[in-house]
């Protein structure tokens, strides 16, 4: 059975020291969340810098940093899904994440799409593949997996029909390499999430679900309205459908994870509205 998780990052803001992270994570798991997926930059000191690109993309990762995750999850009786580490780190020290990985009690290391990277070159792809492959078996070696975790970018063609995506899928070794899909950014880019989910199948390891809508304030000036993340159930992506697809392909968690635009504009409001629908479905 799938277990229900959220992602860290929506929590950066109410997890800045030690009482608001134990009491926020009380809170979501009296909401019904069994997991946290943790991010390595949330968990240790980061630069300013990259708390400032953060925060300029709308997912501050607050200043959580210094403090004991280990034990503040366990304590909330929280399980980790997964650790998300850059590629950078994870090449310089692949025993070091493994290391970690097994400390939080997570099965898996997740390497996300990479920055200043251009996806439509096909042997950029071909070597990114070629590193995901070399990491994910010393990985494998120390007892943890990787995934790949997409965002639109990889929807980019490196030829006529070809995505990087489909590259990445292909070059990537199944036993070394699988995948967390993130169904919110291809439904963005107006891609067929379900067809992805049916190309991954068992490859997919781990969802990440947000839903996609408007939470107009009043009358519009124009009849186009802005759409964001909201709360699951409240949007347009087929969610249903791909919960089906998901759990068929036996995914180990389900991961909520919404970026902003948050009802009443509480991170921990919008998680246990979409908690409900979680419960109700994932099973």
């Not at 997912?59 to 929280?78: E, I, N, Q, S």
């Not at 920055?115 to 593949?129: N, Q, T, W």
């Not at 186009?224 to 992506?237: A, F, Q, T």
Request: net charge negative.
């Amino acid at each position: 059975m799938a277990r229900i998780s959220i992602q860290q990052i929506m929590l950066g803001t109410v997890t800045g020291s030690e009482p608001s992270a134990a009491a926020s994570l009380a809170r979501l798991a009296e909401a019904g969340f069994e997991e946290i997926e943790l991010n390595n930059f949330q968990i240790t000191s980061t630069p300013f810098l990259v708390r400032a690109l953060t925060r300029a993309a709308g997912m501050p990762t607050g200043r959580g940093g210094k403090l004991d995750w280990a034990r503040l999850v366990r304590d909330a009786g929280l399980g980790v899904t997964s650790l998300h580490i850059d590629l950078g780190s994870l090449k310089k020290d692949p025993a070091a994440v493994a290391a970690r990985c097994r400390e939080l009690g997570c099965r898996y290391a997740v390497i996300t799409g990479m920055y200043r990277f251009d996806y439509s070159d096909k042997g950029a792809v071909l070597g990114l593949a070629r590193s995901l492959n070399d990491c994910g078996e010393k990985l494998a070696g120390e007892g943890v997996g990787l995934l790949y975790h997409n965002h639109n970018c990889e929807l980019l063609q490196v030829e006529p029909g070809v995505r990087a995506y489909d590259v990445l899928l292909d070059a990537c070794d199944e036993r070394f390499v699988n995948f967390e899909l993130d169904t919110y950014w291809p439904s963005e880019a107006g891609a067929d999430a379900l067809a992805l989910m049916r190309m991954l199948g068992s490859r997919m390891k781990l969802w990440h679900v947000a839903d996609r809508g408007t939470r107009p304030a009043g009358p519009n000036m124009t009849p186009i309205l802005k759409s964001d993340s909201v709360e699951l159930g409240r949007g347009n992506i087929p969610l249903e459908a791909l919960c089906e697809q998901a759990l068929a392909a036996g995914v180990d968690a389900v991961v909520l994870e919404s970026h902003r635009n948050w009802v009443e504009k509480s991170p921990l409001k919008s998680a246990e509205i979409s908690a409900e629908w979680l419960r109700a479905h994932v099973r």
